[in-house]
Nanobody, 119 residues
């Protein structure tokens, strides 16, 4: 059974950092593209970052460039999103998703973890 479980969300002050984790089971991340997405209240879902072990490509959305870093621990079958210099506008539910062919329309989704940036 394919499963993605996010963790690491919480309340953080502006300027702070969080590291989100996405643990995969039922499949091997080595052969998939993995992405982080977020959705803020009243807004459309937004792509944050995507990485792929198959082609070595990593991309970031404009809001994440220079502040967020995606990484993968293949031994743990886990993907991370290190978020630094957090802003109130980063408040959202963050989801990880996986697909064999890319991050445009992932087949598998986690349930999300809430990140709140507030003083």
């Amino acid at each position: 059974q394919v499963q993605l479980v996010e963790s690491g969300g919480g309340l953080v002050q502006p300027g702070g950092s969080l590291r989100l984790s996405c643990a995969a089971s039922g499949f091997t991340l080595d052969y998939y593209a993995i992405g982080w997405f977020r959705q803020a209240p009243g807004k459309e879902r937004e792509g944050v970052s995507c990485t792929s072990s198959t082609n070595g490509n990593t991309v970031y959305g404009d809001s994440a460039k220079g502040r967020f870093t995606i990484s993968m621990d293949n031994a743990k079958n886990t993907v991370y999103l290190q978020m630094n210099s957090l802003k109130p506008e980063d408040t959202a539910v963050y989801y990880c998703a996986a697909d064999r062919f890319g991050c445009e329309a992932p087949d598998y989704w986690g349930k999300g973890t809430l990140v709140t940036v507030s003083s």
